[in-house]
């Protein structure tokens, strides 16, 4: 489980030109903010979303969907340290659904699969595209994230792993 928060502006690729080209490009900078958990064995997304700010209610709400989906599967759930998710409200809103919270160590954020996840909506919704209004930036958002494409299927099994780096056995000498 993490946030991502989407800016409504400018996202470039490569702009090679010999002359002046104008981009349009939206003014401003809402953003629309995705609080998400990843199902790591069948990929399934569950989501909340807002244009505010995603706080502690923001993931007491997402657990409430997630029990809500569960039928009586056991819970945990990976998640880094932010201090939204830390609190006392949301370890008791986990407690009592029955929700193990697994949190990660600082700064490991590649070991969390949902963080991938976000790269790959930003890569296929954002990236070199202009959207006039903040309506349709939130909607591509969301049906990138909700698409069922095969070959969007396909490239998030591939990228969606559970194969992590192990550094076990290792010796460390100084230089």
């Not at 709400?61 to 880094?80: G, H, Q, Y």
């Not at 609190?87 to 949190?103: M, N, S, T, Y």
């Not at 192990?166 to 000498?173: A, E, G, T």
Request: aromatic content about 10%; some cysteine; proline content about 4%.
């Amino acid at each position: 489980m993490d946030a991502a928060h989407f800016v409504h502006g400018a996202f470039l690729g490569q702009v090679w030109s010999k002359e002046r080209v104008f981009i349009p490009s939206p003014s401003g900078r809402r953003r629309f903010n995705v609080l998400g958990a990843l199902n790591a064995i069948t990929k399934e997304v569950v989501t909340v979303e807002n244009d505010s700010y995603i706080n502690s209610f923001s993931v007491c709400e997402l657990l409430l969907k997630l029990k809500d989906r569960s039928l009586d599967t056991p819970i945990t759930l990976v998640l880094d340290n932010a201090r939204y998710q830390t609190c006392k409200l949301v370890q008791d809103a986990a407690k009592e659904l029955e929700i193990e919270l697994l949190f990660l160590p600082p700064y490991s954020p590649n070991l969390n699969l949902i963080e991938r996840l976000w790269k790959f909506v930003k890569k296929k919704a954002l990236n070199s595209r202009y959207y006039p209004t903040f309506k349709g930036f939130c909607q591509a958002i969301t049906e990138t994230i909700n698409s069922s494409d095969r070959s969007v299927i396909q490239e998030l099994e591939s990228l969606l792993t559970l194969n992590f780096q192990s550094f076990s056995n290792i010796n460390i000498s100084a230089a």
